[in-house]
């Protein structure tokens, strides 16, 4: 059974909070860890809270399971609200300054002890396919 953490509205830019969330999809959660603690970018504080978080929240729904075959099952960042300033630019204009923020949803969920990293690939790719399909329907329609 899986579980679900989302921290919203976190004030960083998307690009590079999906740099971190890149590192860490499909490992397992001790791993995950380790590498978002021992990593200089500062995004990595919260999203190893975040990863703390889902851990807490499987727990929570699997009491007395064993949480060492926990795995980053997906992990997403999504754009969040855009904060717009003015900058002073030369000549009395003035330049547009986006303070941008992102949404992060991790899932994580167990998988068996044995599983190779080939099973958990293929668990994260039933999920992407209903999301790729109807990417490619929408291209075709648009090129008719």
């Known amino acids: 059974m899986e579980a679900i953490a989302k921290l919203n509205n976190y004030p960083t830019s998307p690009r590079k909070m999906r740099l971190l969330a890149d590192l860490i999809r499909g490992m397992k959660v001790e791993k995950a860890l380790a ?85 958990v690939a293929e668990v994260v790719a039933e999920e992407v396919k209903p999301a790729k399909a109807a990417a490619t329907k929408k291209a075709k329609t648009k090129k008719d």
Not at 82 to 95: D, E, F, L, S
């Open 35 to 119: 590498i978002l603690e021992h990593n200089p970018k500062h995004p990595a504080v919260p999203l190893r809270k975040l990863v703390v978080s889902a851990i807490s929240n499987w727990k929570q729904k699997n009491e007395g399971a064993d949480e060492s075959a926990l795995v980053v099952k997906t992990i997403f960042v999504d754009g969040a609200r855009v904060i717009k300033r003015m900058r002073p630019a030369p000549q009395g204009r003035g330049y547009r300054v986006r303070k941008r923020s992102n949404h992060v949803t991790v899932i994580v969920d167990a998988v068996s002890i044995g599983a190779p990293r080939a099973e």
